[in-house]
């Protein structure tokens, strides 16, 4: 049987802590209505102690999406758990969601404390957030660069003390797909009371190698995986939700499957770049304007023939289009679909040939031409 992978999405509060990405309480139950609709199976509305508005906008959020569980996230300190369980008052399902760091340099430099210290106002996070719901999930800040050793004893403490999701976040965006997977492994061999719990990741993306560290941990028994739409977060973003699920849909080698609804990734997409004033780039897998446009002529040829020769993902199973963009690297097979489409119906090769040098002729000037151009071109 398939392994379920369950799908939490942080757009709403990794992402939305971007400059510029802030979201006002109206749009962000906007987008937790497309993520709800999407299928995503726990949604991290918010960070309800770093202010007034985003407190406000948990509450609200929880009271109209109610099929997903709403997690709300606070520091390992009391008044930001309490924050947390304020925020999710209304929700149906909720979950407090409390962190602190593992790693050596960030205990010593930030926190200007010991491991011992770190420990303990982990565990004691997690047996006061256990006062609101039963649902609770920890994260050791930096996990991926901290200790293997002293990383599995935090977890399983935390454990003990309540946690139902250990998550191991590589906050800085520094593993390697090898080593991260080893680590995830390395902690199901470790932690007592590992089986118990749902083991979740959460990977920046600071050397573009997030999604890779995240399928690596999913092939080493990671049940959650930590996403945002179109990658956003903070600095060069998170895991993007697109990928992930995809390459999860795509590699049935991989045995795992998720509940997303892959035919609105698009158009969920669309919605988060634009709330969020966050251009998707052209050639971004999945989503870009580019992931099913074929512009070559040997692409389009195969693509005409049989589209599994270029295309790996069915456009339409994600709420997109193939397209065969005409530009001077395109070809005679490529310019006759396009002209059939207009109408041009049986032209012999002879009336191709010499419509495709007066076509080379015009795409040498302009990036790629329209149906427009191609009537001007039967017209002269
Ligand atoms: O990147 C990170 O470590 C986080 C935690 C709060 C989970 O965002
Ligand atoms: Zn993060």
Excluded: W
């Amino acid at each position: 049987m398939k392994k379920q992978i369950f799908i939490f999405d942080t757009t709403l509060r990794d992402g939305e802590q971007v400059p510029g990405c802030q979201l006002n309480t109206i749009e962000k139950i906007q987008v937790a209505k497309a993520l709800d609709e999407l299928g995503i199976d726990i949604i991290e509305a918010g960070f309800p102690i770093s202010s007034p508005g985003d407190l406000k906008s948990i509450i609200e959020l929880s009271k109209v999406v109610t099929r997903p569980t709403i997690c709300s996230l606070s520091r390992a300190i009391k008044e930001d758990i309490d924050a947390a369980a304020e925020s999710l008052k209304f929700a149906k399902h909720k979950r407090i969601h409390t962190f602190i760091s593992s790693s050596d340099v960030q205990i010593k430099y930030q926190f200007k404390s010991t491991r011992e210290k770190i420990m303990q106002q982990g565990i004691e996070a997690v047996k006061y957030a256990k006062k609101f719901t039963q649902d609770v999930e920890f994260s050791a800040m930096d996990a991926g660069r901290s200790d293997n050793a002293f990383l599995a004893k935090f977890i399983e403490n935390t454990i003990k003390a309540g946690a139902t999701t250990v998550n191991i976040p590589d906050t800085t965006g520094y593993c390697l797909p090898d080593e991260f997977g080893e680590k995830i492994k390395y902690l199901f061999e470790n932690v007592k009371g590992i089986d118990k719990v749902i083991v979740s990741v959460h990977c920046h993306n600071d050397l573009g190698l997030a999604t890779a560290n995240t399928i690596a941990a999913v092939q080493n028994g990671a049940r959650q995986i930590e996403v945002t739409v179109n990658g956003v977060g903070e600095r060069a973003g998170n895991t993007s939700l697109e990928e992930a699920v995809m390459i999860l849909k795509t590699r049935v080698d991989l045995n795992a499957t998720t509940s997303i609804n892959t035919k609105l990734i698009c158009q969920t997409s669309q919605l988060v770049s634009k709330l969020m004033h966050m251009p998707v780039q052209p050639n971004k897998a999945i989503v870009g304007k580019n992931a099913f446009a074929h512009s070559s002529g040997i692409h389009q040829n195969g693509v005409l023939k049989n589209r599994f020769t270029y295309e790996i993902i069915n456009p339409e199973d994600v709420g997109a289009k193939s397209s065969l963009v005409l530009t001077a690297r395109s070809g005679r097979s490529a310019l006759r679909y396009h002209l059939e489409r207009l109408g041009y119906k049986k032209l012999s090769q002879t009336q191709i040939n010499s419509t495709y040098q007066k076509f080379l002729m015009l795409a040498d000037q302009k990036k790629d031409l329209g149906d427009n151009d191609l009537k001007y071109l039967m017209s002269n």
